[in-house]
């Protein structure tokens, strides 16, 4: 059993103390594992460590025991998959009224927060094969507004589905310790790239709108043995770091670290092959994104992966995962921050040729390339 976990409701779907091992002979990657607790006594052996896999291959374990942050997350992913649980048994046209990227409520901007059903994002553009999984992004700002009105939430408003707006204090206990989590790390390291932390500080407050998202998601059970049956097809995150937890297998990354924040048509833009990340009990998976890349030009890495449906027989059961996506404020400009260690812009032409974009242009147009499909988009 992956994460500690209270006792499922009657008829759940969602029940990680049932789910067999991770199966043997398949190429997994060894990814290694930081202590929370250790980071948060500032122990220099364990943040240089982080440093060195984030210019790798920006994937690892974080070992969430012995910390308050870390309990907040271990006991908050199972209830917050279980509120997705009687999210996704809403009926389909229920779901679709909350649908992301379609205008929003009124008075409310369009956005990447909402539902997303099977077989919105391509898997495979040379086939027209979709992905299969459903995912519900739940907006940071909606969930931990101080506002007397609900109907007054900068996001969406109170217009939620009734399972995630009943656990609005649920959400956003887990939102505050996962972008925590993150600004512990993003701290660490760009301090160690003579960048000042409250530079990344001040481009992640927690009190200001920002993509940040809970990502709830839901996989079908596999449908045949053979490799590969698409959930999630091949990306890099676009925010600037990503803290997940999952409790069966499916999630894979690319062999090859690739350094490019810019994608490439969904694929990966190194030769390699797909390794599998077995959960580890206990352990969140955090990983770099395409923001974090940007702010350090290339100095980090946000690591390529993609979903499919759990290996052998884990593959029976309907997948869940649950991500916290760190992103830098709506208004602030991509563009790599100034520090020792961050290389300068090669030439003076190229700099001034490249456009300067807010994080919610960027963003936008991230999803936009990797052919998540937006109502209404040009
Ligand atoms: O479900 C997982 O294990 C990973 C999900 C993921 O990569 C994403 O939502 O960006
Ligand atoms: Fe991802």
Known sequence: MPHAESPPPANSEFNPSEYPPFPSGLPTVQLETISLSKLLARDAEEQTRVFEICKGRGFFYLDLADSTAGDTIVRGAGAIARAGER???????????????????????????????????????????????????????????????????????????????????????????????????????????????????????????????????????????????????????????????????????????????????????????????VPKPGCAIVNLGDAAVKFTDGVFCSGRHRVTPAPGPQGKFPRYSVVYFVRPEDTVIMEALAGEGIPKPQTEPAAEKEEKLTASEWIYRQALNLGTQFPGAK
């Open 87 to 277: 999210t996704f048994a809403l009926p389909l046209d229920e779901k679709m009224g909350y649908l992301m990227g379609a205008t929003g409520p009124a008075g409310k901007p369009r956005s990447l927060f909402g539902y997303k059903q099977v077989g919105a994002t391509l898997a495979d553009k040379a086939t027209g094969v979709r992905d299969t999984a459903e995912f519900f992004n739940v907006a940071k700002d909606d969930m931990t507004a101080a506002c007397a009105d609900p109907a007054d939430m900068p996001r969406r408003g109170d217009s939620w589905p009734a399972p995630i707006l009943e656990q609005r204090d649920l959400f956003a206990g887990y939102m505050r310790a996962a972008h925590g989590v993150g600004m512990l790390i993003l701290g660490l390291l760009v301090d160690k790239l003579g960048v000042d932390p409250q530079e990344i500080w001040n481009r992640h407050r927690l009190g200001e709108l920002a993509g940040d998202h809970v990502r709830i998601t839901r996989g079908p059970p596999r449908e045949k043995e053979e490799m590969p049956e698409i959930q999630t097809p091949s990306h890099t995150d676009f925010g600037t770091i990503t803290i997940l937890m999952n409790w069966l297998g499916g999630l894979q990354v690319w062999s090859e670290s690739s350094r490019s924040a810019v994608l490439t048509d969904g694929q990966p833009d190194v030769p390699g092959e797909w390794l599998w990340v």
